[in-house]
Every structure is written in C-alpha cells, then in structure tokens.
C-alpha cells in the first residue's frame, strides 16, 4: 500500500491520489443513496410497536437493497475503478477521462451503452455482500450491545457497532473486491470462469484476501462516519417529526 501510494505521489503529484474524485462522488449518489433508501424502507415496513425484523430478516432486506444499488451504482463504479487504475497503467493505455460526466460520454460514444454495466453481476454480487454485512451487521450489533451487554443507545455503542460492521465487511467483500476490479479494468473481455481459474493458478488461495489492509484502511473509517452521521441524522428527523424516542 505505501509502495502505491508514494509511486502515484512520484508519478501524478498529490491530486493523483484523488483520481476518480467525481466518480467515487457519483457512485455515492447513485449507489448509496439506493440501497440505504431501500433497506430502511423495507425495515421500516416490517417493524411494528411489538417487534423488529430478525437478523435473517435484516440479511434479506440488505441482499435486495444492496442488489438494486449494485445495479445503480455499476455506470459510476466502472469510472471510479478505471480513473484510479489510470495512474498504474503506461501513459499510451490511459483513458485519461476528464471527469465522471466526460467518462460517461466517453464510454458511451467508443465502447457502447454496454460498457456502462461491464462487470454488473460481480458488482452487484459486491454490493449484496456489502450491504448485508455492512448494514445488516451493524444493526445486529448495536442490537446485541444494547439489548444483551446493556449499552445505552449511544454514540459509544455506535461507534463499536459500526467498527465491528467495517471489519465484517472487509472481510466478507474482499475476494468479490479482487474479482470487480479486474473485470472492470481489464482491457480485453474474458469470461467470468475463465478469469477466477488464472488467478487461482497463478496466485493460489491469497487472492481472495489481496488488498485486504488497504480496504480495511478505506472501508473502516467510511463504514463508521457513515453509520455515526446516519443515526444523527435518523435522531433531528424524529424530532423534526415529533417522534422523538
């Protein structure tokens, strides 16, 4: 990780680090803004004054809403992934894509509308993992700190939930994570099969965890300020709405 990161600030100066700013942006927006939506609409739905979904419940609320921002999200994820692995490329195979608008128009005017969903089905198999062990786990957890260690529902508990949800997540996405962005980076079209049989005859087992550190590194601190601010946020609303618990 630090090998990368001091050859992007070698090669591309400090805003090579932020490549795919746009895209990463967008994806949020499209991707995030779906499956959060869905999954506590659907929990919202199936909650009632007496009781709350199960942790099976939970799993299969987050799988539909994490496949549905897969989907989303894929146009956006397909720039991000491309624009960041730019800087690791030679100069003469970079797409160089301007911005995620640029890299929309482009994708769509040399590649094809197709282009937009390469790598759909991992991804979307990512985005079920993801949000059923990111949103799923942590509302899991914080039940199992409350109800069963006796925390109050506080910004401690929170924290520790969504900590513990990071780690879950991490984990479960990181053999998917590998998947995705070699489809997506990749610069012919090769089967699904055929491409999980290389990296297995030429890297072994240790594939599905590559990269796990820097993930961890990303994907912690993003699950934890996501969660901290969305029980925040979820706390005006009730009492904007005069719901306050």
Known sequence: MLATFVHVLKNDGFLGLYSGLSASILRQLTYSTT???VYEELKETFTTAKSSPSFPSLLAMASTSGFLGGVAGNPADVLNVRMQHDAALPVSQRRNYHNAIDGLIRMTREE???SLFRG???NSARAV???ASQLASYDEFKRILVWKLG???SLTTHFSASFLAGFV???VCS???VIKTRVMSAHTKEGLLTLLTRIWANEGVGWMFRGWVPSFVRLGPHTIATFLFLEQHKKIYRRLKGADE
């Open 120 to 122: 759909v089905w991992p």
């Open 151 to 153: 925390m109050e529902d």
């Open 169 to 171: 997540a991490t984990t």
């Open 129 to 131: 993992l993801m949000t």
């Open 112 to 114: 094809g509308w197709r």
């Open 175 to 177: 053999p998917v994570d």
């Open 35 to 37: 499956r959060f939506g």
